[in-house]
């Protein structure tokens, strides 16, 4: 969906580089999320975030940082990337929805992460 | 804590052959479901959804589902699959106190001329 972008779409790095994920959308959302796919695990939430003031970990944000620059822009930081940090990463947004309950989440093209 | 089961992992079909994928969660309260769709090397499209009425939902290419609240399960189905549909695809669940989807493991199909 060209309305959430990720950048960059891959990048090779090395253990100890600090690294950081980009994303950016245009649907006018206020809740952004980041997502780490790993075969067999499905998609996991790393951080998210409900407003510029509201940033929460998801369940696996050991080892990753965010910064949520304004609405439209969420950034994921590695600081000091590792090789099991190697995965596909995934930015996602959506709108409140009904009753304050999460909304249908649209997915950015994703960044392929590998950790040397 | 919820969690979100798919049986299969792995389902190798013919073409035209019928489709049933299984999905189970863990949560007693109400929820909304969610079938996300990823072809190879592209990002989760959004195939269906439900939050509320008719527990059957139909979906994009032909794909529906049906909720079933005493089974907690949202299983997707098509009659007859096409090539196109190999892909990996994630049933996902929030909860009305929750605050993001929780995904399944995935299930990989691949479907052969």
């Known amino acids: 969906d060209a309305d959430v972008t990720q950048t960059p779409r891959n990048r090779i790095t090395k253990t100890g580089k600090r690294i950081m994920l980009e994303c950016s959308q245009t649907k006018g959302h206020d809740r952004m999320y980041w997502y780490r796919q790993d075969p067999g695990l499905g998609l996991r939430l790393i951080y998210y975030?409900?407003?510029?003031?509201?940033?929460n970990k998801g369940e696996i944000s050991d080892g990753y940082s965010v910064s949520r620059q304004a609405q439209a822009k969420f950034s994921l930081s590695l600081e000091s990337a590792i090789p099991n940090q190697t995965a596909l990463y995934f930015c996602?947004?959506?709108?409140?929805?009904?009753?304050?309950?999460?909304?249908?989440?649209?997915f950015g093209p994703g960044t392929r992460l590998t950790v040397l | 804590a919820q969690s979100v089961s798919q049986h299969n992992h792995h389902v190798i079909l013919s073409e035209a052959a019928s489709l049933e994928l299984g999905c189970n969660y863990s949560y007693g309260g109400t929820v909304n479901l969610f079938w996300y769709v990823q072809y190879p090397g592209q990002h989760l499209q959004l195939l269906l959804k439900y939050f509320s009425g008719d527990p059957l939902v139909k979906g994009i290419k032909g794909f529906e589902a049906e909720f079933i609240k005493s089974k907690f399960s949202f299983n997707l189905r098509k009659p007859s699959v096409q090539w196109s549909d190999t892909a990996e695809y994630f049933c996902a669940v929030t909860t009305y106190s929750g605050y993001a989807l929780n995904f399944g493991k995935g299930t990989s199909l691949l479907v052969t001329p």
């Open positions: 996602a947004t959506s709108d409140l929805g009904r009753a304050g309950v999460a909304d249908t989440q649209y």
């Open positions: 975030s409900f407003d510029v003031k509201d940033i």
